[in-house]
């Protein structure tokens, strides 16, 4: 369920995103605003488990993207609607 994850335990800082040659605030807006986008669109009776992994899979899928300093909201909500939309196209199994 939605209301059991925190979406502060996963928003980023300056500090936490790395060296980015000066876009540092830039990528960690993003960062946020992906979390953001990802944790408003999810249904309010999502897994707590699937959306937990969701969340952990934009670090994974964005943090090395030279693109995600520039990234512009209609993409990031794009983005995270279809990773909301399917998914298991998205998430490993663990069976």
Known sequence: MKEF???HDYLVTQEI???WDGQEEEVAERM???YHTM???ADENIDTEVL???LALI???????EAIAEIE?????DWCKHVIDNPEQ???SEE
């Open 52 to 54: 937990e992994q969701l």
């Open 59 to 65: 670090w994974d899928t964005w943090i090395g993207q």
């Open 17 to 19: 995103v790395g060296d």
């Open 39 to 41: 944790y408003d669109l």
């Open 90 to 92: 998205h998430l490993q």
């Open 73 to 77: 909201t209609d993409d990031i909500y």
């Open 32 to 34: 946020n605003e992906i």
């Open 5 to 7: 994850v925190v979406i």
